[in-house]
């Protein structure tokens, strides 16, 4: 016992906070080498944390149901978050986790209902599943080029994570990893990653990847490209099907994928297709095509499209 408010085990381990009224902020005694496992479970009054840089592990549950947390820092020598540390930590807006962490545990940030911005290290080289699992406001994701796999729950009722970018490095990605109910930007680097996606996600991918494409954002290799126009082309009816979907940029998207498909793609395409709206976009554009007697979109100079609802170039 450093004294008494701080329980301290013979081998530096913090192992009990004793919250007191009236104290909001906390600087962990210098020398204390873990954070224990549920040790500040619990202190719904804690607005501020500070570690010394003698800790070097946060344990299981370290923090869990600390709702009034806003503030946590986290020093560079801490290796490990353990599982469910933050787990609803609802007031958490924000946490740089240092470049010497390596591992992330289950569920660690689960439920943090405020916590719009965090940026992953490519010191991390595991995330354990359902790490952001109800992380109700954050909005966007880039995971790090050192991690392999996406573990199941990782992103589950994300309800406003909207956009994600995916590593080359990505072998796996679990069932029920992303939600994909919420998100409408998947960014990808290579048709390597595309090809380990399942249909639905796919189909926001290839979207993504023809915006990237077009505005400069991604710079694809000639190879990943013929790889998405073959694409686009043997699954263009599904792909349609998910435009419908995204009616605010139906008119740009389809624009510049009419650069992948040619005119005969798009007869097949009016003559399937059941929405009026989309067919009498590609009925105008064909007719276009033709006035100008030019026999594939490959030759058509797409110009810069705009999106007509934001007045954005997408």
């Known amino acids: 016992m450093i004294d008494d408010q701080f329980e301290v085990d013979e081998n530096n381990v913090l192992i009990k906070y004793h919250e007191k009224e009236g104290i909001t902020e906390v600087v962990i005694p210098d020398g204390v080498t873990k954070i224990g496992g549920k040790a500040f479970m619990d202190c719904i009054n804690l607005t501020s944390i500070i570690m010394p840089n003698s800790v070097m592990e946060v344990g299981e549950y370290s923090f869990v149901w600390c709702k009034g947390l806003k503030n946590i820092t986290i020093p560079n020598s801490v290796t490990k978050v353990g599982e469910g540390t933050f787990n609803h930590c609802t007031n958490l807006a924000s946490i740089t986790i240092p470049n010497s962490v390596t591992n992330i545990g289950n569920f660690a940030f689960s439920n943090c209902e405020n916590l719009e911005n965090i940026k992953i290290p490519n010191s991390v080289i595991s995330m354990g599943k359902g790490v952001f699992a109800e992380c109700t406001n954050l909005k966007t994701m880039v995971l790090p080029e050192s991690i392999t796999k996406i573990e199941p729950y990782t992103f589950a009722y994300c309800t406003n994570l909207t956009s994600i970018t995916i590593p080359d490095s990505i072998e796996k990605i679990e069932s029920c990893a992303l939600n994909l109910r919420y998100i409408k930007d998947i960014n990808i680097y290579s048709y390597k990653t595309f090809s380990i996606l399942d249909s639905k996600s796919k189909q926001i991918a290839i979207i993504s990847a023809i915006k990237n494409y077009y505005t400069g954002k991604i710079k694809y290799r000639e ?32 624009f510049q994928m009419g650069n992948f498909l040619t005119l005969d793609d798009i007869d097949e395409l009016v003559s399937q297709n059941y929405d009026v709206e989309i067919n009498a976009m590609l009925i105008e554009y064909s007719g276009k095509i033709r006035n100008e007697k030019i026999n594939s979109l490959d030759e058509y100079d797409l110009g810069n499209f705009e999106d007509t609802n934001k007045g954005n170039i997408i």
Request: proline share 0%; charged share 45%.
């Open 223 to 254: 190879e990943d490209m013929k790889y998405f126009k073959e694409y686009i082309k043997e699954n263009k009816m599904e792909i349609f099907e998910h435009i419908k979907e995204n009616k605010e940029i139906i008119q740009v998207i389809l």
